[in-house]
């Protein structure tokens, strides 16, 4: 029935990192499938863990059966009928049976069988059955196309995994064959942690984890098992969060061992444009320009990330920063994600350091040809000392040959190589990342290990106060008389759709007021009709992007109706209510970043957040902890708890990181466990030569090609 697994002893040994097709019993077109699926080696095949299990160990009495449940049963089966599928083509057949024990029976049915399964079907004996429990048209329980082993034949299966697999590639099949990859990487594969560190550590060996997953042993706890929180599920995610803090590590003493700017002479500029202020910096900023300052004056390259809330300030500490290069006789770099984000720190450096007498300039794709020609040629001759720009200044055309501090604004929104070519702008350069994404300290420290953290965990004093509440889709009439009111006195109006939907055409039922599309129909010819109304969204192109943008700061336009594009930190001081439509579909923190829009200026702020009226109570309560709440820590320390640092480990926020089994992990304390055994490894007299450390060496080459590139800072 199924093919046979031939003896490897005949080919090459399979090594971990052996091509699929190497494997006997795959052939080319399984192979590709696999590979659809990235699993292209035989180390992939044993980390593809099963998705769920079945459970063999208790039949269940027939008296507690119900429809729905998944069970196992004993009896022995009889059949009543087997007649052909039509539809289903090819000779498919409907067999139908008993199964009895005793005075009790209970309906079987198999759909879909191919005549030579039919035949393998033990009628007449004693089985034990597995499968979902439905009621038949009658009323009676049956089980519905239930696997089967036979009493007696063999022990029975206590766990039986099931694994999310590709069509040519059957459940035995693969089984089968990772019980076999499991017996050959004995004494072939034994993980990252080298053994003295494991053994000190009290770690179970990696392949008894794998072989805890594939084949559990009776005893295993079914439902830690599939919620993922076995000891062999820690045991794998920690190899990994150790793989991965090694490769910070390392980036990071390399980055360290280059020489650097010294910004070591006097503060002229950056202490007049601290003068200049029209306020007085937080103490969380006075703090991170401490350490920044620290990080220039140093002899080393920065390379430093500064976590900071929405609206906590951090384009002041940049501008800072860029006046201790240019007072240090060299030059700066801002770029931001979007045209009008570099506008808007071009414009704050005309309000804050007009008197400096900085040469500076704008460098955007939107800057006409002689414009463009003139800032190269000021950049190139260092003529201009500190630009602001997007993507335009990675460019091949630029040249800075005085660069000293390149700071990127929302580092996220940039891909490791957008970072990799501003760097190679000026190799020594210092670097300053920013980032508005509200992610817990605990969990910066390890996720960007490679980098120095700076937190701005201050707000300025308070400026217009943003009054959060949920608002049931029923009552959108109240929104609306909200968003007049609020437009009547001066402000303007985000809404925030989850999908854009099609332009034009009538939304159906269910969309209604859930698409971009839907809601302008809606607003144009509710309450809000005479307003002035514009659409945001990632369809459009770039540039009309940055128009409906310029035009809602501008105030051109009183409501924007837009996807979450809107999350990126433009300052429009009149904006002044938020409404999050479907509001329970985003975390916590993204909530916190859209909120973060409004209440900029002077006016009293709205954020509203529109949810379904029969929201279930759990989605109610994360909600409500921002009504509760407008510290970004506090919010970013209440996502973490209720979604595990798995969750946003292994979520597009944190940047798409190579982790397969970062969902395992359930407390932080178990990274700085990760992270601590990085450095043991790094601080040992061999550190990474040698032959301890042979599968930390294969480990890292693997999770670089998994997607990892080093090459991001330093
Ligand atoms: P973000 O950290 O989101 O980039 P910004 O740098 O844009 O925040 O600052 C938001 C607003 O707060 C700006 O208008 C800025 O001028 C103002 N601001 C910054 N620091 C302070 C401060 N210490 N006191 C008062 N207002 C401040
Ligand atoms: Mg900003």
């Given at each position: 029935?199924?093919?046979?697994?031939?003896?490897?002893?005949?080919?090459?040994?399979?090594?971990?990192?052996?091509?699929?097709?190497?494997?006997?019993?795959?052939?080319?077109?399984?192979?590709?499938?696999?590979?659809?699926?990235?699993?292209?080696?035989?180390?992939?095949?044993?980390?593809?863990?099963?998705?769920?299990?079945?459970?063999?160990?208790?039949?269940?009495?027939?008296?507690?059966?119900?429809?729905?449940?998944?069970?196992?049963?004993?009896?022995?089966?009889?059949?009543?009928?087997?007649?052909?599928?039509?539809?289903?083509?090819?000779?498919?057949?409907?067999?139908?049976?008993?199964?009895?024990?005793?005075?009790?029976?209970?309906?079987?049915?198999?759909?879909?069988?191919?005549?030579?399964?039919?035949?393998?079907?033990?009628?007449?004996?004693?089985?034990?059955?597995?499968?979902?429990?439905?009621?038949?048209?009658?009323?009676?329980?049956?089980?519905?196309?239930?696997?089967?082993?036979?009493?007696?034949?063999?022990?029975?299966?206590?766990?039986?995994?099931?694994?999310?697999?590709?069509?040519?590639?059957?459940?035995?099949?693969?089984?089968?064959?990772?019980?076999?990859?499991?017996?050959?990487?004995?004494?072939?594969?034994?993980?990252?942690?080298?053994?003295?560190?494991?053994?000190?550590?009290?770690?179970?060996?990696?392949?008894?984890?794998?072989?805890?997953?594939?084949?559990?042993?009776?005893?295993?706890?079914?439902?830690?098992?599939?919620?993922?929180?076995?000891?062999?599920?820690?045991?794998?995610?920690?190899?990994?969060?150790?793989?991965?803090?090694?490769?910070?590590?390392?980036?990071?003493?390399?980055?360290?061992?280059?020489?650097?700017?010294?910004?070591?002479?006097?503060?002229?500029?950056?202490?007049?444009?601290?003068?200049?202020?029209?306020?007085?910096?937080?103490?969380?900023?006075?703090?991170?320009?401490?350490?920044?300052?620290?990080?220039?004056?140093?002899?080393?390259?920065?390379?430093?990330?500064?976590?900071?809330?929405?609206?906590?300030?951090?384009?002041?500490?940049?501008?800072?920063?860029?006046?201790?290069?240019?007072?240090?006789?060299?030059?700066?770099?801002?770029?931001?994600?979007?045209?009008?984000?570099?506008?808007?720190?071009?414009?704050?450096?005309?309000?804050?350091?007009?008197?400096?007498?900085?040469?500076?300039?704008?460098?955007?794709?939107?800057?006409?040809?002689?414009?463009?020609?003139?800032?190269?040629?000021?950049?190139?001759?260092?003529?201009?000392?500190?630009?602001?720009?997007?993507?335009?200044?990675?460019?091949?055309?630029?040249?800075?040959?005085?660069?000293?501090?390149?700071?990127?604004?929302?580092?996220?929104?940039?891909?490791?190589?957008?970072?990799?070519?501003?760097?190679?702008?000026?190799?020594?350069?210092?670097?300053?990342?920013?980032?508005?994404?509200?992610?817990?300290?605990?969990?910066?420290?390890?996720?960007?290990?490679?980098?120095?953290?700076?937190?701005?965990?201050?707000?300025?004093?308070?400026?217009?106060?943003?009054?959060?509440?949920?608002?049931?889709?029923?009552?959108?009439?109240?929104?609306?008389?909200?968003?007049?009111?609020?437009?009547?006195?001066?402000?303007?109006?985000?809404?925030?759709?989850?999908?854009?939907?099609?332009?034009?055409?009538?939304?159906?039922?269910?969309?209604?007021?859930?698409?971009?599309?839907?809601?302008?129909?809606?607003?144009?010819?509710?309450?809000?009709?005479?307003?002035?109304?514009?659409?945001?969204?990632?369809?459009?192109?770039?540039?009309?992007?940055?128009?409906?943008?310029?035009?809602?700061?501008?105030?051109?336009?009183?409501?924007?109706?837009?996807?979450?594009?809107?999350?990126?930190?433009?300052?429009?001081?009149?904006?002044?209510?938020?409404?999050?439509?479907?509001?329970?579909?985003?975390?916590?923190?993204?909530?916190?970043?859209?909120?973060?829009?409004?209440?900029?200026?002077?006016?009293?702020?709205?954020?509203?957040?529109?949810?379904?009226?029969?929201?279930?109570?759990?989605?109610?309560?994360?909600?409500?902890?921002?009504?509760?709440?407008?510290?970004?820590?506090?919010?970013?320390?209440?996502?973490?708890?209720?979604?595990?640092?798995?969750?946003?480990?292994?979520?597009?926020?944190?940047g798409a990181l190579p982790l397969r089994f970062a969902r395992f992990v359930h407390e932080v304390e178990f990274i700085a466990q990760a992270r601590a055994l990085a450095e043991q490894l790094l601080a040992g007299p061999?550190?990474?030569?040698?032959?301890?450390?042979?599968?930390?060496?294969?480990?890292?080459?693997?999770?670089?090609?998994?997607?990892?590139?080093?090459?991001?800072?330093?």
């Open positions: 029935m199924f093919p046979a697994l031939g003896p490897s002893d005949q080919r090459a040994p399979i090594r971990p990192d052996s091509p699929v097709e190497l494997i006997p019993g795959i052939g080319p077109r399984r192979a590709e499938a696999l590979k659809a699926r990235g699993i292209t080696t035989a180390l992939d095949c044993l980390f593809h863990l099963p998705i769920r299990y079945e459970d063999w160990r208790e039949p269940c009495a027939y008296r507690e059966l119900r429809p729905g449940m998944t069970a196992t049963v004993a009896g022995t089966l009889r059949q009543s009928s087997e007649r052909p599928m039509v539809r289903a083509g090819r000779g498919r057949r409907m067999v139908t049976g008993w199964l009895l024990a005793g005075a009790e029976r209970m309906g079987v049915v198999w759909f879909n069988l191919p005549p030579y399964l039919v035949r393998l079907l033990p009628f007449g004996r004693a089985v034990l059955v597995h499968g979902r429990i439905s009621a038949a048209a009658d009323g009676s329980l049956q089980i519905v196309n239930p696997a089967f082993h036979l009493a007696g034949a063999s022990p029975a299966p206590a766990l039986r995994s099931m694994y999310g697999l590709p069509a040519p590639i059957g459940q035995r099949l693969f089984s089968e064959l990772v019980r076999k990859l499991l017996r050959d990487m004995d004494g072939v594969f034994a993980g990252a942690i080298p053994h003295t560190l494991r053994r000190a550590a009290r770690l179970p060996e990696l392949l008894d984890a794998l072989r805890y997953l594939h084949v559990p042993p009776a005893s295993a706890n079914l439902s830690e098992l599939c919620e993922g929180r076995t000891e062999a599920h820690r045991v794998l995610a920690l190899d990994e969060l150790f793989t991965f803090e090694l490769a910070m590590q390392l980036d990071r003493r390399r980055a360290a061992a280059k020489p650097g700017f010294a910004f070591a002479g006097p503060h002229p500029l950056s202490a007049a444009l601290l003068a200049e202020l029209p306020f007085a910096l937080t103490d969380a900023q006075h703090r991170v320009i401490r350490e920044i300052d620290a990080d220039l004056t140093s002899g080393s390259p920065m390379n430093r990330l500064l976590v900071g809330d929405v609206g906590s300030g951090k384009t002041v500490v940049a501008l800072w920063a860029a006046l201790r290069a240019v007072e240090s006789g060299r030059q700066a770099a801002i770029m931001a994600p979007t045209e009008l984000l570099a506008e808007q720190h071009y414009r704050a450096f005309q309000r804050y350091g007009a008197g400096l007498g900085v040469p500076n300039a704008l460098l955007t794709g939107g800057a006409s040809g002689a414009e463009r020609v003139e800032c190269l040629r000021g950049l190139a001759r260092e003529r201009i000392s500190l630009v602001f720009g997007t993507h335009a200044l990675i460019q091949r055309s630029v040249a800075m040959p005085g660069l000293g501090l390149a700071v990127v604004d929302e580092q996220h929104r940039f891909g490791v190589f957008d970072r990799a070519r501003l760097k190679a702008l000026g190799p020594n350069a210092h670097m300053l990342l920013m980032t508005a994404t509200p992610i817990p300290r605990s969990l910066a420290l390890v996720l960007f290990a490679n980098l120095d953290v700076s937190f701005l965990d201050q707000m300025p004093p308070a400026r217009a106060p943003v009054t959060t509440r949920i608002v049931a889709e029923n009552r959108f009439e109240a929104v609306e008389a909200l968003v007049r009111r609020k437009v009547s006195e001066g402000g303007r109006a985000y809404f925030v759709l989850p999908a854009i939907g099609e332009e034009g055409e009538p939304a159906a039922e269910e969309e209604q007021r859930r698409t971009v599309a839907a809601m302008v129909q809606t607003l144009s010819r509710g309450a809000l009709g005479n307003l002035q109304i514009g659409v945001l969204h990632g369809r459009m192109a770039g540039a009309r992007r940055e128009d409906v943008m310029r035009n809602f700061r501008d105030g051109k336009l009183d409501v924007l109706v837009a996807t979450t594009m809107v999350e990126v930190g433009i300052d429009v001081p009149e904006a002044s209510v938020m409404v999050i439509v479907d509001a329970q579909r985003y975390g916590l923190a993204q909530l916190h970043q859209l909120r973060g829009r409004v209440g900029r200026g002077a006016l009293e702020a709205d954020c509203v957040l529109v949810a379904p009226e029969d929201i279930d109570p759990k989605s109610r309560a994360r909600l409500a902890v921002l009504l509760d709440s407008s510290d970004g820590a506090e919010i970013a320390r209440a996502d973490l708890a209720l979604r595990g640092p798995g969750d946003l480990l292994g979520s597009r926020q944190s061999s550190k990474l030569k040698g032959p301890e450390a042979a599968g930390a060496r294969q480990a890292l080459k693997r999770m670089l090609r998994y997607g990892f590139g080093l090459a991001d800072v330093g």
